[in-house]
């Protein structure tokens, strides 16, 4: 797999070595080994907090709910960057040619909603889109995949919580433990203002998220940025 940072690989060779207090990569982890395994700790960041960090392409669809908010969570938690077009459709149809038969929806009458999760159907004077010429209000209409989205969906920056979690993981797979002396350290250098709540392990039970890295630190830097939808888990 290509190593491409911001996309497949949360963090730089680079910052292994070089950031959180330094770290002394050994020889025999080559350039090479070493993006493999940032490549591994940014799929296992990814997988459990539900979230990609970067900035990736997706192409869905979604079904109408006749309401004026179209909501993509059923097809991803990442949030919306851009949108580069939405078409519509009647009728569900399998191979559906959307750019050559589907009715494209005019930009100018749907924004991205506060929450990043859906698409905001809006009134602008007259120009209301072919797909709702004959209803009254701003709704999308409801049906079955019956839109089609493509827009840029991620995050333009990853946040550095999750920059920093990327490098203790990678440091972890180097030197087995790591993480632990790293708390340590920390808790050793800063004794008066350094305080931890570790999760239980019978957290989901009691209705809270359960920790998803063994590593308390790092759960701790990942944890705010997990989706967990209720009564589904981790998507």
Not at 107 to 115: F, G, I, P, Q
Not at 207 to 228: K, M, Q, R
């Amino acid at each position: 797999m290509a190593f491409t940072q911001g996309d497949n690989a949360y963090c730089s060779v680079n910052d292994i070595s070089a950031q959180l207090g330094g770290f002394t990569v050994p020889a025999a982890w080559t350039t090479s080994l070493v993006q493999d395994a940032i490549i591994r700790a940014t799929q296992q960041i990814a997988t459990g907090a539900g979230i990609h960090f970067g900035d990736t392409q997706l192409t869905m669809e979604v079904s109408g709910d006749g309401d004026a908010l179209l909501n993509l969570l059923t097809f991803t938690t990442w949030p919306v960057l851009s949108i580069t077009n939405v078409y519509y459709r009647d009728a569900y149809v399998n191979n559906y040619n959307w750019v050559n038969s589907g009715e494209l929806v005019d930009a100018d009458t749907y924004t991205v909603a506060d929450h990043n999760h859906g698409l905001w159907r809006m009134t602008t004077g007259s120009s209301r889109g072919i797909a709702f010429e004959y209803i009254d209000g701003p709704i999308w209409l409801k049906g079955m995949k019956n839109y089609r989205v493509q827009g840029q969906f991620g995050y333009h920056e990853i946040p550095q919580p999750i920059i920093d979690a990327c490098i203790l993981l990678v440091r972890d797979m180097i030197q087995p433990g790591y993480t632990i002396q790293h708390e340590i350290a920390i808790s050793e250098r800063f004794p008066d203002g350094y305080s931890r709540q570790s999760r239980s392990t019978n957290a989901a039970a009691l209705g809270e998220t359960a920790p998803i890295f063994a590593s308390t630190i790092v759960n701790d830097l990942v944890s705010p940025y997990v989706y967990d939808l209720p009564g589904m888990g981790f998507l």
